[in-house]
């Protein structure tokens, strides 16, 4: 006889964002243990990571959370839709409005449309809270630990290994860097890729991230003159900058997106300050943005602002051994869309469905040891200390490869659609900031005659491509626009 003792698979998450938190609820829900360490805080004042110990902080991410139908969806899956919504309200009506006067060329109920096509809303708010409601809402906040910077990250045969910069060390089967487009992980990974085969990683796959745009962004109090109502979103198209903003009844959270001389890549890095972010607003200062008021005011007025770099690109490779990237760790798109956020939240369902089966697979059929391990004298699996000839086997979880195998599944499966989320954002930036011409005759002219109709349609149609998280079992919203991953028609609860 011989008796297998089951080892837990473990899960070590780099990044308390989104996707960081929405795979710890994810994860909590399939009963797979984890621990996710975070650099700084959970919820930073600035709604953003801080990546230097500068006076300025080295911002990766806005202030404003866009929580489009798709991610509300899954919010519902990992079951905080409510808690979210509470800190919000939905929003309504898409603005264009001219770049010389402020005067609205174009007025769409867009939201309304979104949600008559997926049955879910969109949802805005600042960043830090939503990060604080997604912290807040997890079941068991041990597994989080703050202030834990990453070091190195060692891929072995039998597991991985976080080195963190106090001298800890945490141990796991699977490493997730959902540390944002400047991942150390992503960088430790590279560095054990291409020490194992050389030139796996190349130059080129280094460079995909290509910053094109920057964006000046930030919060100001809901005030006199702009013409606003309390639940819009508001763009006005320049040549090669784009003004957007987005209401709630107590704030205005503004972006200018900005399209910069030349692109930066990789190693080349921006970095800006305090004073870079008021020359530019001294910039734009003048231009009108409503029914009496100009962006000076905004910016004068505001609660905080700053600027940061927006990188764009989808990586060749999501993974490699023990390390597997999400959100923009692997992929990066602009803002104008609003795709960044669900995108990373599918990346951490996704990754969860993988991860679920992966472990199931192991607990329902366990490789048995071989024959010759039941008599052998000292077997590898074998427990020195047993008397009764009771074999103690303890390596039935995942092997490496049995990992590798997973994970090249999860990113063939998120490629596709990523790309495509991509493209489609980029397209959008470079049609609100009028590009081309062609961009400028379809924005300025062509939009407000044929109305979003047909984008709301498109837009909807890819929300709808998105995964869900399988081992659930939640009565969803839908619309006329079916999901392609529909949840099955049964009661509401945790599938066992």
């Known amino acids: 006889m011989y008796q297998i003792e089951k080892q837990q698979f473990r899960v070590v998450i780099v990044g308390a964002g989104v996707s960081g938190l929405v795979l710890a609820h994810a994860l909590e829900l399939a009963k797979i243990d984890f621990i996710l360490l975070e650099k700084g805080m959970v919820a930073p004042p600035w709604g953003t990571s801080i990546t230097s110990k500068d006076t300025w902080p080295a911002l990766e991410s806005s202030d404003t959370s866009t929580v489009v139908p798709a991610g509300a969806r ?59 409601v997604l912290y807040d809402e ?54 054990t890729a291409n020490q194992t085969i050389p030139n796996f990683i190349t130059p080129q796959e280094k460079q995909t991230m290509v910053t094109t745009y920057s964006c000046l962004l930030g919060i100001a109090p809901q005030q006199a003159g702009t013409g606003f109502n309390d639940q819009d979103m508001i763009f006005i198209s320049n040549q090669g900058y784009t003004f957007q903003f987005l209401t709630q009844p107590d704030k205005i959270y503004f972006m200018i997106h900005h399209k910069l001389p030349e692109p930066v890549r990789w190693p080349n890095r921006i970095r800006y300050s305090e004073k870079d972010a008021e020359e530019l607003a001294a910039k734009f200062a003048d231009h009108p943005i409503g029914d009496s008021l100009v962006f000076g005011d905004l910016w004068r007025n505001r609660i905080r602002g700053h600027l940061i770099s927006l990188e764009e690109g989808v990586l060749e490779h999501f993974f490699f051994g023990r390390t597997v990237l999400i959100g923009d760790a692997a992929h ?91 493209d489609e954002s980029a397209f959008v930036t470079r049609l609100q900031s009028y590009d081309t011409w062609f961009l400028y005759l379809l924005m300025r002219w062509l939009l407000p005659l044929i109305g979003l109709a047909p984008i709301v349609h498109n837009v909807s149609k890819l929300g709808a491509g998105g995964p869900r998280l399988e081992y659930v079992d939640v009565e969803e919203e839908s619309g006329t626009i079916p999901w392609v991953n529909p949840m099955p028609k049964k009661s509401k609860g945790v599938a066992a």
């Open 74 to 132: 899954l919010l519902h899956q990992i079951g905080i839709l409510e808690a979210v919504e509470r800190k919000c309200t939905p929003m309504k009506n898409f603005c264009c409005r001219l770049p010389d006067t402020g005067r609205t060329v174009l007025e769409d109920r867009w939201f309304d449309a979104m949600r008559e096509k997926l049955g879910y809303p969109d949802l805005t708010l600042e960043r830090r809270e939503y990060l604080q």
């Open 138 to 191: 997890l079941p068991d906040k041990s597994k989080v630990l703050t202030g834990k910077r990453v070091k190195n990250v060692v891929d072995n045969e039998e597991e991985a290994l976080v080195e963190l910069d106090d001298g800890s060390v945490e141990r796991g089967d699977l490493i997730v860097g959902c540390d944002g487009v400047h991942s150390t992980v992503r960088k430790a990974m590279w560095e």
């Open 332 to 422: 990066k798109v602009t803002p104008n869309a609003a795709m960044g956020g669900a995108s990373a939240m599918e990346d951490s369902i996704a990754l969860a469905n993988t991860i679920h089966k992966l472990v199931q697979q192991k607990k329902t059929s366990p490789h048995p040891p071989p024959t010759d391990y039941l008599t052998a004298k000292n077997p590898p699996y074998n427990n020195t200390n047993n008397t009764n000839n009771n074999i103690n086997i303890n390596n039935i979880k995942p092997s490496k490869q049995d990992v590798a195998l997973a994970l090249q599944s999860y990113q063939s499966e998120r490629k596709p659609r990523l790309q495509k989320i991509h």
